[in-house]
């Protein structure tokens, strides 16, 4: 299997995840089409860390999902669509639900609507592990039930069946990918682990953080980005929903621990009531079940201590480079 040749667009590509994944599509030999959400400081996000030589041989264009006319036109021309443009954050779904309506719904379907219009060959549509909720039992495999804890899950497993409505009711040759918690190197310090690293770094060994009980299933990007590209051409994949995750949960205060540990002390942890969600809300434990995805050749191989010491490594960098990325725009 491989993306050599083939002319793929990655919405959210200016994220986390995506950035990634259009630097190994490229590094592959794909033609890729990169949509970063159309912004007027004109930025590219995360894709300013990609190697120049891989920059410059991406397509960046900025857009919308929200609007189907942009989204039509970006999907023109691509036989392959990885959709990961989504709202994220869980506490600004509280205080803007339609806002993630708009984006996480509404804009899968323009990206249905378009993938099926322009004939696309492959559809990978991102899902998430919130979409379960708290485990009712674990590990949680593909027939878990799904539970709205927050607007975002909510607007989540709306844009995971309208994707499972287009593939029965229009035969779209889509996947959903259901990773759970990702990390590595670029992402957003407002996730769990680069926020213990960046505060221990940069606070003297403090960290404030919200509760320390919650267990998460963490996967480095570099697995997560393998996950995807093998299953965006499994022919068994289509149509169906495949969990991405390493069947190991760790709670916040383990996370702690391990930071602490590759940073070589103690840190000093005190609550930040800011980051408590509320109690109905709070998922508490996700761990996967993954042994569809393994059975499908998904080996991930990146250890979370190891995974960890690579995000010390880019945080520690990261304010340097960014003085000198930050000139790189559309």
């Known amino acids: ?50 190697p120049p030589g891989v920059r410059q041989s991406v397509e960046i264009v900025a857009g919308d999902v929200r609007d189907p006319f942009a989204v039509r036109a970006h999907v023109s021309g691509m036989d392959s669509v990885f959709h990961l443009a989504a709202l994220i954050g869980i506490p600004y779904s509280y205080v803007a639900p339609a806002s993630y309506v708009a984006t996480n719904i509404n804009g899968t379907l323009n990206i249905l609507e378009a993938a099926r219009a322009e ?22 495999d593909e027939r878990h039930p799904l539970v709205g804890q927050s607007p975002y899950s909510a607007s989540k497993i709306g844009a995971d069946q309208l994707g499972i409505s287009y593939h029965r009711a229009f035969e779209l040759p889509l996947r959903i990918v259901r990773p759970f918690n990702t990390f590595g190197p670029r992402q957003s310090e407002r996730a769990i682990i680069p926020t213990i690293i960046s505060q221990a770094l940069h606070g003297n060994g403090i960290v404030h953080l919200g509760s320390l009980d919650p267990k998460r299933d963490l996967t480095f990007v570099r697995d997560t980005i393998g996950g995807f590209l093998l299953l965006g051409e499994h022919p068994e994949a289509v149509g ?44 508490q434990l996700l761990c996967a079940d993954a042994r569809k995805a393994r059975s499908l050749g998904w080996s991930p191989s990146v250890t979370f201590e190891d995974g960890i010491a690579e995000v010390v490594s880019f945080l520690r960098e990261s304010r340097a480079q960014d003085s000198v990325a930050g000139q790189y725009r559309i």
């Not at 950035?19 to 030999?29: I, K, N, P």
């Not at 549509?125 to 009712?136: R, V």
């Not at 205060?253 to 609550?271: I, P």
């Open 240 to 283: 169906t929903v495949t969990n991405l995750g390493m069947g190991e949960a760790r709670s916040v205060r383990e996370m702690v621990e391990a930071v602490g540990k590759a940073l070589g002390r103690t840190l000093d942890v005190r609550l930040d009531t800011k980051r408590v969600r509320p109690e109905q809300s709070e998922v």
């Open 1 to 50: 299997m491989s993306w050599k040749g083939r002319s793929v667009l990655v919405t959210g590509a200016g994220g986390f995840i995506g950035s990634h994944l259009v630097e190994t599509l490229q590094l592959e030999g794909a033609r890729v089409r990169a949509l970063v959400h159309y912004n007027a400081q004109g930025s590219i996000g995360n894709l300013r860390y990609l």
């Open 119 to 140: 004939g696309c060959e492959r559809i990978v549509i991102t899902s998430t592990s919130e979409t379960y909720g708290t485990a009712q039992y674990t590990p949680i």
